[in-house]
């Protein structure tokens, strides 16, 4: 993988933060309204937010034979040793970490002091839907501290020929992007009711 390949089918040289907002055509899915108060229903939001990510990112890519990973996470410009303990993390939740190659650190224009640079993992996964579920584990226990975790800033499931991207941000919500219509345009009318109210109306106005 070559971040080339990136700017090839999506025109970026890195996946920008806030998908929804940067593509052409996109959805924008809650992942659960279950509300968590002082700990109270934690688990069972994070539940939801699983089954509910898990569901919509296998129906999105049902029918993609060959699907690439892209891992990030901030750093200085030398990734060690905190990359290095992301990477070994990820076998704690039983995802082979040598899977991953290094594609190489940019440069970001926001003022991070000694994070100022995005790092950048791929590996490439097939037909693997139990390798692709210890991933959505992931990015849905994160941010909500459920152990086991790898600390990662982010984590896209990238189809290359489709030119669609599926991200699970966290436990509130995960976007599918693509920057043709057609390759998306089904989930509107399958997952309805589970897109986000707040942007609900630009998806209207592009799919309804």
Same mark, same amino acid.
């Given at each position: 993988m070559k971040f080339q390949e990136i700017? #090839?089918?999506?025109?970026v040289p890195e996946l920008p933060h806030g998908i929804f907002y940067e593509f052409p055509w996109g959805l924008r899915f809650n992942l659960s309204d279950?509300?968590?108060?002082?700990?109270t229903m934690h688990i069972e939001r994070f539940l939801d937010a699983l #089954? *509910? #990510?898990?569901?919509?990112?296998? #129906?999105c890519l049902q029918n993609s034979e060959k699907l690439t990973v892209l891992f990030s996470r901030y750093g200085p410009k030398e990734p060690v040793p905190a990359t290095n303990r992301a990477i070994s993390q990820l076998e704690d939740i039983g995802f082979d970490s040598s899977r991953l190659g290094y594609l190489g650190a940019v440069? =970001? !224009?926001e003022d991070f002091? !000694?994070?100022r640079y995005r790092h950048w993992y791929s590996c490439r996964l097939g037909n693997e839907p139990a390798e692709l579920d210890k991933l959505i584990w992931n990015c849905a226990a994160q941010d909500m501290g459920v152990q086991p975790y790898a600390e990662w800033r982010d984590i896209y499931f990238? $189809?290359? =020929?489709? *030119?669609?991207i599926v991200h699970v941000y966290d436990d509130r919500g995960m976007d599918v992007i693509a920057m043709d219509k057609e390759a998306i345009a089904p989930f509107y009318t399958k997952?309805? $009711?589970l897109l986000l109210d707040y942007d609900r109306e630009k998806m209207k106005q592009q799919f309804g």
């Open positions: 700017e #090839a089918a999506f025109g279950i509300e968590t108060s002082s700990g #089954a *509910r #990510a898990k569901k919509i990112t296998h #129906a440069e =970001q !224009d002091e !000694d994070l990238v $189809d290359l =020929q489709k *030119r669609m997952f309805n $009711d």
